[in-house]
Structures are given as structure tokens and as C-alpha cells.
């Protein structure tokens, strides 16, 4: 089988790639969070997560996608929750 790598492209005009999570509650969590503090969100992920569930190996991630004028401020409410 093979894999092409992933690109960390959005396919909103405007919005660039943040970070990747495992997905399920993870994805719902940072999603809120960054709504929270008014920042718009857009997430991609492969159809192989969907239909088999699997997240291996990086396979099955769930990409977020913020606009490119709010990254700094969502990098940095993520930093924030990652030292508390």
C-alpha cells in the first residue's frame, strides 16, 4: 500500500495548517477552545479515518486549520493549555 504525504494545505482560502491531533474528543476540545476565543476553525482528515477508525502512525490525523491572521494567537492559547 502506499501513502502519500500528507499536504498541509487548507482548502479554505485564508486559513493555514496549526497543528494535528489524534482526533475524537481531541479535535473537539482544541476546536472549542479555539472558538471560545473567537477564532474560526477548519479541520481535514482522510477518509480512512472514517471509514476504518484508525489513527496509526500518523495515518488518521486530524489536521486543524485556523485563518492565517489569528495563527500566533492560537498557537499561543494553545501553549498556554498545554502548560497548565
Known amino acids: ?3 502519500r504525504k500528507k499536504k498541509m494545505e487548507s482548502k479554505v482560502p485564508g486559513f493555514v495548517y496549526l497543528t494535528s491531533v489524534s482526533g475524537g474528543p481531541e479535535v473537539d476540545i482544541v476546536k472549542s477552545l479555539l472558538e471560545s476565543y473567537g477564532i474560526p476553525v477548519n479541520i481535514s482528515y482522510e477518509a480512512m479515518r472514517t471509514v ?4 496509526m502512525d500518523g495515518m488518521g490525523n486530524v489536521d486543524i486549520f485556523v485563518p492565517a491572521d489569528k495563527k500566533d494567537e492560537a498557537e499561543k492559547i494553545l501553549n498556554e493549555q498545554k502548560e497548565e
Open 1 to 3: 500500500m502506499f501513502f
Open 52 to 55: 476504518m477508525g484508525l489513527t
